[in-house]
């Protein structure tokens, strides 16, 4: 079945690691989005890609990054600068950067820090 | 810049009652408009949309109408159901400099009760 696979589901993180989470689509979507929500908020969006190997910082950048090395693949690295990882991440991908072209979302990854 | 803005939650309805979620939007062009809905613990699932003024978005019978002249896409529901209970995100998606990004509400839980 089409779809976006976020991996892992749950994910622990230690002060001062860079964890990488892993999200693949095979939509064939050129767009791709890595979205945080925070309990009880919103989604923010903290990186796109719009085709590959291009990519642009979101909202909320800092303290992250990706790369877009297939259309395929949109892995997010949270880093050490990153001062708040602890929120539920969420992959999307869309057929373009068309407005009003539907955003599909994976099921999201959980990241505490401990 | 581009906002949402949704009622807060919760919302508690007894079963088979008429759901009003509303939500309302500030846009610089002509957005297109949302509803996501999140199971807990899961991602996000797009529910309907509308990409011009006066269309109406409907899907497992919930509705909204694309509102220009009030900025609104209010969701609604004429018989909610146990399984309806779920996190409710309107949203935006206006072709900028950024291509197609979407704007979320901060969302709205429903809960059904028997």
């Known amino acids: 079945d089409g779809g976006i696979t976020q991996s892992p589901k749950y994910l622990f993180r230690k002060e001062g690691q860079n964890v990488t989470l892993s999200c693949e689509q095979n939509?064939?979507?050129?767009?791709m989005y890595w979205y945080r929500q925070d309990p009880g908020q919103g989604l923010r969006l903290i990186y796109y890609s719009q085709i590959v190997n291009d990519f642009q910082k979101g909202d909320i950048a800092e303290g992250y990054s990706v790369s877009r090395e297939k259309k395929e693949s949109f892995p997010l690295t949270v880093t050490s600068a990153q001062k708040n990882p602890t929120a539920f991440y969420l992959c999307a991908s869309s057929t373009s950067a068309a407005s009003g072209n539907t955003i599909y979302f994976g099921e999201g990854s959980w990241l505490t820090v401990v | 810049g581009n906002s949402v803005t949704q009622m807060e939650g919760p919302v508690t309805l007894s079963e088979e009652a008429f759901l009003t979620i509303n939500c309302t939007y500030t846009?610089?062009?002509?957005?297109?408009l949302f509803w996501y809905v999140q199971y807990p613990g899961e991602g996000l699932q797009l529910l309907l949309k509308a990409t011009k003024a006066d269309d109406k978005g409907s899907n497992k019978g919930f509705e909204a109408t694309y509102r220009k002249e009030t900025t609104s896409f209010h969701l609604e529901k004429g018989s909610v159901q146990v399984s309806d209970s779920a996190v409710y995100f309107c949203?935006?998606?206006?072709?900028?400099?950024?291509?197609?990004?979407?704007?979320f509400g901060g969302g709205t839980r429903l809960m059904v009760k028997p």
């Open positions: 949203a935006l998606s206006d072709l900028g400099n950024a291509g197609n990004m979407l704007t």
């Open positions: 846009a610089t062009g002509y957005p297109s």
């Open positions: 939509l064939n979507h050129d767009a």
